[in-house]
């Protein structure tokens, strides 16, 4: 029978408070605040059973406070903070993220950058899904991905410029998407692994370049990467970006729509590409109702 989290948690603040209380003779204050911290995880564990995910974390950043203030042990005060995060997640995503910032600064100050990376990129996927803020979890995966570079994680590295490069796009930083698609574009060419997503990278940046409508800026892009990449040229992605710079470039709705179309059957727009053309479409659009 799982036992009840609220009598652990009564236990846990009666030993804490006999912990922190009085002059205690006979020592063994360390052992008292060690059966507290203890308890607390107890009863935090009790209460994730129940769902109870307020209860469970609160008491997981009790255990954590006396594993950090009374016990000086740092590093089980972060697995404990980590925890917390993991139950407020869902339901308090805010307290989620001071308790993995607070594991986190303290996996970056022993310079255990991995760690602190795989923590930083759970903070920005809060961020992105939980919170909603789009703009601190760019920073965040940002942050992670420079981690996972100092620490010669390139495949994990690049994997989060992306993601910074996709969010940046839909937010309208079309630049630092463009910076953040290049820049994986780049390690992705010598890389065999990597090397047959190098076109994909490439129509991310053009269609990034086409929202921001600088038609030199465009066609100075496409022929770096031609250069880049001796084989984009004959590459469906790379005459999709030809057909459109040119649709762009002449105004033309009806070419941008039809070369679109004939591209979808090919290979089918995903949501992120979609949403960046819808864009370029509306540019287009706005274009021909200036000169009308």
Known sequence: MAQDPRALLQKADKAASGAGGGFSLFGGRGEKWEN???????????FRMQKLTKEAGNAFEQAASIQLQKLSEPDDAANTYVEAFKVYRKSDPLDAARCLDIAINHYTGKGNFRRAASHKQNLAELYEQEVGDQKKAMESYELAASWFESDNAEALANKLYLKVGD????EGDYYKAVENFEKVATSAVTNNLMKWSVKDYFLKAGLCLLAIGDMVAVNRAFEKYRTMDSTFASTKEHQLLIDLAEAVDAGDQVAFGDKLFQYDQMSKLDNWKTAILLKIKNAIEEKEEDFS
Not at 38 to 44: E, G, K, P, V, W
């Open 167 to 170: 969010l940046a796009a839909l």
């Open 36 to 46: 507290a911290a203890d308890l607390y995880t107890q009863a935090a564990n009790a």
